[in-house]
């Protein structure tokens, strides 16, 4: 069954980098559009940046344009995202979760790593 | 940006009961419509997608209707493990994906 693997969240300080993994198994990962998605503490769900199954289209939301950056690995069934400049506002749970092709909705999740900006 | 609107917040209703959750759309998402479930401590669920398709392993109790801008989400018969928070969200006006805030099914 389809398994996704977030790893990399931490406690930073406001300005700093970080860079979270998806390790992705049970699926074949090179051919499924991928997303990342955040929720802040007690709020709801952010959609927060997708990834086509090759990498040749990618779009994040607004928000985190010219900071996060999303790329894949698909030799290593592995989705990324590059988080720099991060502010106390990007504090949140990011959950990597699968396309069902690419532009569509979200048909399985990971359990999500705790990301943490503070001074 | 299309803005995502559920309601209520909070719904409070027995086991066995049956519950019914709304989404509404502030412009048409066609049936690009998708409802997902979160319980603590995990990532979220999908339920329904195509406004009313139901996803695999997702029992029959659970159902979706609606198009345009109005959706539901109802489910028959309350079980202990239904009661969580439950999302919708819109894929039609990809890649600017929103979701609604959320309601929390609680047990009355």
């Known amino acids: 069954q389809v398994q996704l693997v977030e790893s990399g969240g931490d406690v930073v300080q406001p300005g700093w980098s970080l860079r979270l993994s998806c390790a992705a198994s049970?699926?074949?990962?090179?051919?499924?559009?991928m997303h990342w998605v955040r929720q802040a503490p007690g709020k709801g769900l952010e959609w927060v940046a997708v990834?086509?199954?090759?990498?040749?289209?990618?779009y994040v939301t607004d928000s985190v344009k010219g900071r996060f950056t999303v790329s894949r690995d698909n030799s290593k069934n592995t989705l990324f995202l590059q988080m720099n400049s991060l502010r106390a506002e990007d504090t949140a749970v990011y959950y990597c979760?699968?396309?069902?092709?690419?532009?569509?909705?979200?048909?399985?999740w990971g359990q999500g790593t705790l990301v943490t900006v503070s001074s | 940006e299309i803005v995502m609107t559920q309601s209520p917040a909070t719904l409070s209703v027995s086991p066995g009961e049956r519950a019914t959750l709304s989404c509404r759309a502030s412009?048409?998402?066609?049936?690009?419509l998708a409802w997902y479930q979160q319980k603590p401590g995990q990532g979220p669920r999908l339920l329904i997608y195509?406004?009313?398709t139901r996803a695999t392993g997702i029992p029959a109790r659970f159902s979706g209707s609606g198009s345009g801008t109005q959706f539901t989400l109802t489910i028959s018969s309350l079980q202990s493990e239904d009661f969580a928070v439950y999302y919708c969200?819109?894929?039609?006006?990809?890649?600017?994906?929103?979701f609604g805030q959320g309601t929390k099914l609680d047990i009355k």
């Open positions: 979760a699968k396309d069902y092709g690419f532009g569509d909705f979200f048909d399985s």
């Open positions: 049970g699926f074949i990962f090179s051919t499924y559009g």
């Open positions: 990834i086509s199954y090759d990498g040749s289209n990618k």
């Open positions: 412009q048409s998402v066609s049936n690009n």
């Open positions: 195509g406004a009313s």
């Open positions: 969200q819109q894929y039609n006006n990809w890649p600017l994906y929103t």
